[in-house]
């Protein structure tokens, strides 16, 4: 069974800049999350997708962030402008249902200058 | 309000030496998940282990073992013999469920272990 796939794998930009990160989960997985993960701390929660419907969108910063899951499989995040602060690893991870355990890809390392 | 603390941030121990890695958690809830999750160097995070709230028997799986106890809300995490493989930042979490329906998780800051030769 194939894993949860992510690109690009690592990404510089000058500050302003836009971004984009894909995600295509396992399979007949329902739930999608997408987190950022700042060096040194536990992976948080920017949004979460039921199919594909928004669930959870609480901690992420509408102004400059937005995502979507189209036909409830692949996702995207997108980042625009991206500011310094935003470096840091963008991890997509997926589940059967909301509390299963979650499979993660291998994210995406970021680095804004 | 959910919470996850992972007390200690860093550990280091030599080969062959047990283990334990702490996970205090907090919940409103009596019916809630908690989960373990090893991130090696590599960065992608694995899946260890699944504990709902109705189920405090221990669980060993080979050198991992784990303790859950709801009564100090803690779901503690041994390593037994320890090798320089298991180093890495392992994760403790907690699925409580929302009030619009499903669950939501939260992760602990990690703890890093490192395995000396």
């Known amino acids: 069974e194939a894993g949860v796939a992510q690109s690009p794998r690592y990404k510089i930009i000058e500050k302003r800049q836009s971004v984009a990160f894909w995600c295509n989960p396992i399979?007949?997985?329902?739930?999608l999350y997408w987190y950022q993960q700042i060096l040194g701390q536990g992976p948080k929660l920017l949004i979460q997708f039921q199919n594909n419907g928004v669930v959870d969108d609480s901690q992420l910063p509408k102004d400059r962030f937005s995502a979507e899951r189209l036909k409830g499989v692949d996702s995207t995040l997108k980042i625009q402008p991206a500011k310094l602060e935003d470096s840091a690893v963008y991890l997509c991870?997926?589940?059967?249902?909301?509390?299963?355990?979650?499979?993660f890809g291998p994210g995406t390392r970021l680095t804004v200058l | 309000a959910q919470k996850v603390t992972q007390a200690q941030t860093e550990i280091s121990v030599v080969e062959k030496e047990d283990v334990t890695l702490d996970c205090v958690y907090e919940t409103r809830d009596t019916t809630y998940y908690l989960f373990w999750y090893k991130q090696p160097p590599s960065g992608e995070l694995v899946f260890l282990i699944r504990r709902n709230s109705f189920d405090e028997q221990n669980e060993i799986s080979g050198r991992y073992s784990w303790n859950f106890q709801k009564s100090t809300s803690s779901f503690n995490f041994t390593i037994t013999a320890s090798q320089v493989v298991d180093s890495a930042v392992y994760f403790c979490a907690l699925s409580e469920a929302r009030d619009t329906g499903g669950f939501k998780t939260i992760f602990g800051a990690g703890t890093r272990l490192f395995v000396k030769a």
């Open positions: 399979s007949g997985h329902a739930t």
């Open positions: 991870a997926s589940s059967p249902r909301t509390n299963n355990e979650q499979f």
